[in-house]
């Protein structure tokens, strides 16, 4: 209907038919109402965000149709033009409320300061037109006719135009919600500033008359706004704010407004070369333009130190505590280096952190470290500089003529973590191990400073935890060597370092071997041979004893294939690391192993330490009890240095439980030794487990365990851990034995 309005008109004013102007009015303030009732209905679709800013444009839309309305009433009357206080009241008006429109879509900049920028950005603009629009529409006009403050006033038109053209520019992006409907409203503020602008310039020259063809631009402008009220509601706008920060616009689009400033320099310059005097209107609006530029200016300064002083804090502290973050700390540590003072650093690490966040989960996780850093800086109370380098450590920086020794601000620390009664039940105790570094002739820089309290920290931990220690030089070559071993380990598999060898275990009854346990051996390059207590503790901290243990696991299957053709039911047994034990990638491990060496799973033993077991949760019970199902037999080693708790015995579903060293050794002279001994061989009886006793060295030993009902033995007195060409010699007899 409107855009059949607007045709109408359109032929009608071309064709300078009779009644053109009164047409041409009638049909904007149609097309206007028309557009104020799309954009009330678009208002009553939206969302509350979103009403406002329909309901500013169909207020527009509102001005614009009363507007013409009295435009209309006053032309028919007796003014040509009228140009009178309330017309212009009311367009200007409209301007507003579109402007208003425009500064709450959901494109727009949310803070204050932010919509504050963006109207100077445009009036900066609109000002800039003032010299422009002088040179190009009044500089032709002779000086007594610009004495009428009406043609003039009517600059303001095309200025306020383009003051929201760039408000829009400012606010809409195809990167942004509301993208499309914005364009269409920019096309309908472009077609209105060419119309003012057509219309201003036509009338200074005293050749515009109401029904000219200029005049459908308008109807058209409020056909667009019409037109965007029309495009559905964002899809991706749910009300809610956006949860990533909005991307920075490009640098064209922060330059854009003072692009016009500079064509307003050069329009002066030319409004001046006819008579050499600046026009007053000219003048007028460049101060404007120079008291508004400054005003921007402030405002953009203001924010700058505001941002940078946000940065900063966001760049220097520790968002969770409030703490100097690392930047600060090692800042701080340099400083204090370079002064030559002396320095120490007392590095902190919260002692089973991990499993506190693990349990209570990282809310919690998160209060305990602010409530600590709290305790902690009023522990150092001003003798250090305390600072979070991140997760659970902490660091003390004790510089300059410093009043306490750093051994004494660490027992104030640990004094202050010591759990309180509520803690101490809720089961979180944030205790901690501190390491000490005092600067001294063998620290080049800060880095080698914090890598001695580092070391430092990891003894205290070894050392039993909440407790600290200060670097020494032996405690920094231990740590150097510990270093170098864990990467001469890492390259130990790849490079064949390693073998098994096999310690055989013995059917007590007949003396025969049907079975060995694999034991690792590295042969380090430089080094020599080592057992496993010199490097398993090592890999099973670097995570690297599970690529080890599957190599065992390989190669000892792969060895006990070989034995099967001598002796069909001999067996062996693997230990498996604790850590393997939660993996579940274990039983693809082993099953893979076992098919791969054509072994029957029945022929392999997975040996696992009580503790290992006693800490399993039920997934890793679970995961036991696939493998049994897969025939594979679990032994439960060195049985009896853990914190046994027989209830246990009955959840595990193990076949062998091999009876630690310690218990055998002391059996001839420890009446303790053999009572407990024979009670667990009862008790496994019960539980349907063989024993195996471990560590027989002697022949008293042999016999004590034999005549308890121990089922096998092993140890030196049986045979010594040895290559797999002895165990098989070993074997050989006792195959023969039988047959
Ligand atoms: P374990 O599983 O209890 O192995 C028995 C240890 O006792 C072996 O020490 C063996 O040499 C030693 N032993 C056997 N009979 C006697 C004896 O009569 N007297 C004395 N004094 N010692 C005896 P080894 O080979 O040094 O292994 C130590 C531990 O390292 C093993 O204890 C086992 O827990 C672990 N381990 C060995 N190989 C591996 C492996 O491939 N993977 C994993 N995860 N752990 C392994
Ligand atoms: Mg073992
Ligand atoms: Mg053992």
Redesign the pocket.
């Known amino acids: 209907m409107a855009a059949a309005i607007l045709l109408v008109e359109l032929a009608w004013v071309l064709a300078a038919l009779p009644g053109a102007a009164l047409v041409s009015d009638l049909g904007a303030i149609a097309v206007a109402g028309w557009s104020g009732y799309a954009c009330v209905r678009a208002a009553r679709r939206h969302p509350a965000p979103l009403r406002r800013f329909w309901l500013f444009l169909a207020a527009t839309m509102g001005l614009a149709a009363l507007g013409r309305t009295v435009w209309t009433v006053q032309r028919l009357g007796d003014d040509a033009l009228p140009h009178s206080l309330l017309v212009g009241g009311l367009f200007t008006l409209g301007i507003g409320t579109g402007t208003a429109a425009l500064l709450c879509c959901v494109a727009a900049p949310r803070s204050a300061v932010g919509r504050a920028r963006t109207v100077l950005d445009g009036v900066i603009v609109g000002l800039a037109l003032i010299p422009i629009g002088w040179v190009v529409v009044f500089r032709g006009i002779a000086e007594a006719d610009l004495a009428d403050p009406v043609r003039t006033f009517g600059l303001l038109y095309p200025m306020l135009d383009l003051m929201q053209l760039t408000i829009l520019v400012a606010v809409a992006s195809p990167t942004r919600p509301m993208w499309r409907p914005l364009a269409v409203i920019g096309a309908s503020l472009g077609t209105r500033a060419v119309a003012d602008a057509v219309y201003i310039s036509l009338f200074a020259q005293g050749s515009y008359a109401p029904g000219h063809p200029i005049d459908v631009c308008w109807p058209l402008s409020y056909l667009l706004i019409g037109v965007a009220a029309h495009y559905p509601q964002p899809p991706a706008w749910d009300g809610r704010e956006e949860a990533t920060e909005p991307p920075l616009p490009p640098w064209w689009r922060v330059a854009l407004p003072y692009l016009p400033v500079g064509g307003a320099i050069v329009a002066v310059v030319l409004a001046r070369r006819p008579t050499g005097q600046t026009p007053q209107l000219v003048f007028v609006g460049m101060m404007a333009l120079l008291g508004v530029l400054a005003l921007r200016q402030g405002l953009a300064a203001n924010e700058n130190m505001w941002l940078v002083a946000r940065l900063r804090r966001l760049a220097y502290t520790d968002q969770l505590t409030g703490l100097p973050n690392r930047l600060t700390f090692t800042r701080r540590l340099r400083r204090a280096l370079r002064d030559e003072a002396p320095v120490a650093v007392l590095l902190l690490d919260l002692d089973g952190f991990k499993q506190v966040n693990d349990r209570f989960g990282h809310v919690t996780g998160d209060g305990i470290l602010t409530s600590i850093a709290g305790r902690m800086e009023r522990a150092v109370a001003g003798d250090g500089s305390i600072a979070r380098l991140g997760g659970d450590e902490f660091a003390v920086l004790v510089d300059g003529d410093r009043k306490v020794r750093p051994e004494h601000l660490a027992e104030r620390l640990l004094d202050a973590l010591q759990p309180s009664p509520g803690e101490e039940e809720a089961g979180v105790h944030p205790s901690a191990s501190i390491g000490i570094a005092e600067y001294g002739p063998q620290h080049a820089s800060h880095t080698d400073l914090l890598r001695d309290a580092d070391i430092a920290m990891y003894a205290a931990k070894a050392a039993g935890k909440s407790a600290y220690r200060t670097c020494t030089p032996a405690l920094r070559e231990a740590a150097v060597g510990r270093a170098e071993l864990i990467a001469d380990l890492r390259r130990a598999v790849d490079e064949e370092q390693l073998h ?2 096999y ?1 055989p275990i013995v059917d007590l009854a007949t003396g025969e071997v049907r079975s060995a ?4 051996r590295w042969r380090h390059p430089r080094l020599g041979l080592l ?3 010199r490097f ?1 503790p090592l890999a099973e901290e670097t995570g690297l ?1 599970l690529p ?2 599957r190599w ?1 696991i390989h190669e000892a299957c792969r060895a006990a294939a070989t034995w099967r053709d001598h002796c069909p039911e001999a067996t062996v047994a ?4 604790a850590a ?1 034990l939660c993996r579940p990638d274990l039983i693809a491990t082993v099953t893979a192993a076992t098919a791969g060496a054509g072994l029957a799973p029945r022929a392999l033993t997975l ?1 696992l ?1 009580e503790s290992a077991l006693i800490e399993g949760s039920d997934t890793v019970l679970d995961r036991l009890r696939q493998l049994r199902e897969l025939g594979i037999r679990i032994a439960i ?2 049985f009896g240095t853990g914190y046994s708790s027989l209830s246990y015995l009955h959840r595990i579903p193990a076949t062998e439980l ?1 009876i630690d ?1 310690s218990f055998v050794t002391r059996l001839g002279e420890d009446a303790r030794a053999y009572a407990t001994v024979e009670m667990v061989t009862r008790l496994a009886g019960a539980f349907d487990l063989t024993v195996v006793a ?4 002697t022949d008293g030993q042999h016999e004590a365990v034999t005549a308890i009902g121990c089922v096998h033995g ?4 049986y045979g ?2 040895a290559a797999l060409a002895d165990l098989r010699a070993a074997l050989i007899p006792a195959a023969r034995n039988r047959a």
């Open positions: 098994l060898e310690q346990e694999a034991l690792v057992t496993p207590a398993l004893i080890i243990d065992v693997v230990n498996i690391a393997h040996e330490t080693d060195d091999k060293r471990e560590g027989v060295e092993q140890g030196w007195r010594r851990p």
